[in-house]
């Protein structure tokens, strides 16, 4: 079995594939810096006693980090937990992504896993969307090549910097508004938080759009606070909970 990673600045994402390429268990934890080889592998052993495996059965590892301080804990937990150290998604890494970035190595590892399993899974071109704790939108063209993006603060940043910098703003929790016309603070805050995000995004779908001429794009979005969002968006957007997984499944397979 193939024990797959993301270390997200919020929470990081545990998976673990079974033969046949099937997930058996996706989980997250919180993301805490402070945290020692010893306590990432507890945190791991109680994610397999609670999902019912054991560790004794995975025969490889993979990572992306967008965490820079958690990887060297990260990587020690795993080589002690496995007995070999982990593969990392970075420099040296085969992808099979053409990126055309102006340093390559600015890309985050999130999105070039999110890349690599939406060109298997998706026709180009691809507009792809993360919406974890930032949201960035990626532009996948038809060569295909990763040709860049734009990126702007996640829903919940924006949320906790709209009741962290006002006086009477309460902390909200992101849900899906009961109409567009909020009737209170909470509620208009929501509706703006959703209905804006999703307006933005559309706004955005439509100028790539018209870059691209007679070519259609598929729209497709990920993260923790996609399914909030997009079903609000008027562009058909496809959200694929298990993108970054099977990203890093096709990363790990291709340097195995």
Known sequence: MLLAIDVGNS????????????????ASIDTDRRKTADQISL????????????????????????????????????????????????PGVKTGLNIRMEIHNQLGADLVANAVAALEKYPTPIIMIDMGTATTISYISSRPSYEGG?????????????SNHTAQLPDISLQHPKSLIGKNTEDCMRSGIV?????????????????LGDEQPTIVATGSNAPVIVRYCRN????DKYLLMEGLYQIYQKNK
Do not use: C, H, W
């Open 150 to 162: 734009l990126m702007f603060p996640g829903v919940n940043l924006s949320l906790a910097a709209l």
């Open 43 to 90: 945190d791991l052993m109680n994610l397999f006693a609670l999902y019912g495996f054991d560790l004794k059965d995975v025969t490889g590892a993979i990572f992306s980090s967008v965490v820079p301080s958690i990887n060297f804990m990260m990587s020690k937990a795993l080589t002690r937990l496995l007995g070999k150290p982990p593969m990392m998604v970075g």
């Open 195 to 211: 209905y804006g995000t999703a307006g933005m995004l559309d706004g955005i779908i439509d100028r790539i759009r018209e870059t």
């Open 11 to 26: 929470i990081i994402s545990v998976g673990l594939f079974g033969p046949g390429r099937e997930l058996k268990f996706l």
């Open 236 to 239: 058909q957007v496809i959200y």
